[in-house]
């Protein structure tokens, strides 16, 4: 029950992010008198760059691991190297490599998303931005649980990060959940099915961006 509240809570959170991105673009605009000169705030200086490039090293976190066909539930911790690159618009990409282990076992994860921010407050060089993603996940799992499989997993996630940037620096707090299908059987024989992973991170890192 506590997994399906917090994947129905980031579901929501992740909604609300893109209709609130949404609602701020579809605000009609002032319309500028031709007679009056840009003011200081409408130069390329106070813009947001062209794009933002951040790489997390690292990202640390906490989730749950459950695999409800075999009532499998596990603590996971979490170690994972991010890279975001997210245009003038909003829109970008990340790849992700996570690392996350028990003390039976542990999987290995890349991920492709889609990433789009919602920028709170300031721009991409000195600001809070919300970014949402989604995308698709290759795990790799070794251990010596005999109720769930080993081998390849594929699966989706999405997730929400909240991050401060201040120049050269990120702080990042978020929330990620992943859905899994193994590719192989259970090492007792048994059933497998879906397996979910809930976790929350929190990340330093630095950036890079373009004018």
Same mark, same amino acid.
């Given at each position: 029950?506590? %997994?399906?509240? %917090?994947?129905?809570? #980031?579901? @929501?959170?992740?909604? &609300?992010?893109?209709?609130?991105?949404?609602?701020?673009?579809?605000?009609?605009?002032?319309?500028?008198?031709?007679?009056?000169?840009?003011?200081? +705030?409408?130069?390329? %200086?106070?813009?947001?760059?062209?794009?933002?490039?951040?790489?997390? #090293?690292?990202?640390?976190?906490?989730?749950?691991? &459950?695999?409800?066909? *075999?009532?499998?539930?596990?603590?996971?911790?979490?170690?994972?190297?991010?890279?975001?690159?997210?245009?003038?618009?909003?829109?970008?990409?990340?790849?992700?490599? $996570?690392?996350?282990?028990?003390?039976?076992?542990?999987?290995?994860?890349?991920? %492709?998303?889609? @990433?789009?921010?919602?920028?709170? +407050?300031?721009?991409?060089?000195?600001?809070?931005?919300?970014? *949402?993603? #989604?995308?698709?996940?290759?795990?790799?799992?070794?251990?010596?649980?005999?109720? #769930?499989?080993?081998?390849?997993?594929?699966?989706?996630?999405?997730?929400?990060?909240?991050?401060?940037?201040?120049?050269?620096?990120?702080?990042?707090?978020?929330?990620?959940?992943?859905?899994?299908?193994?590719?192989?059987?259970?090492?007792?024989?048994? +059933?497998?099915?879906?397996?979910? $992973?809930?976790?929350?991170?929190?990340?330093?890192?630095?950036?890079?961006?373009?004018?």
């Amino acid at each position: 029950m506590k %997994l399906q509240v %917090l994947v129905a809570l #980031i579901l @929501v959170l992740f909604v &609300s992010a893109h209709a609130v991105a949404q609602d701020a673009s579809s605000e009609p605009q002032p319309a500028l008198e031709e007679s009056v000169l840009p003011t200081e +705030a409408s130069t390329p %200086l106070h813009r947001t760059p062209a794009y933002r490039l951040d790489i997390m #090293i690292p990202s640390v976190g906490v989730g749950l691991f &459950s695999a409800p066909t *075999s009532g499998y539930e596990r603590t996971i911790l979490t170690l994972s190297v991010d890279v975001r690159l997210v245009s003038r618009g909003g829109h970008g990409g990340m790849v992700r490599v $996570a690392h996350g282990s028990t003390l039976w076992g542990s999987a290995t994860a890349v991920e %492709l998303d889609y @990433v789009f921010r919602a920028r709170l +407050a300031g721009d991409d060089r000195f600001g809070l931005g919300l970014d *949402s993603t #989604i995308g698709t996940t290759l795990a790799s799992f070794a251990h010596n649980e005999a109720t #769930i499989p080993t081998g390849l997993a594929l699966g989706g996630n999405v997730g929400l990060s909240l991050d401060f940037r201040a120049y050269g620096f990120v702080v990042s707090l978020g929330a990620q959940y992943r859905l899994l299908v193994p590719t192989e059987a259970a090492l007792n024989g048994g +059933a497998s099915g879906p397996e979910h $992973a809930i976790t929350g991170t929190l990340g330093l890192g630095f950036g890079f961006w373009g004018v």
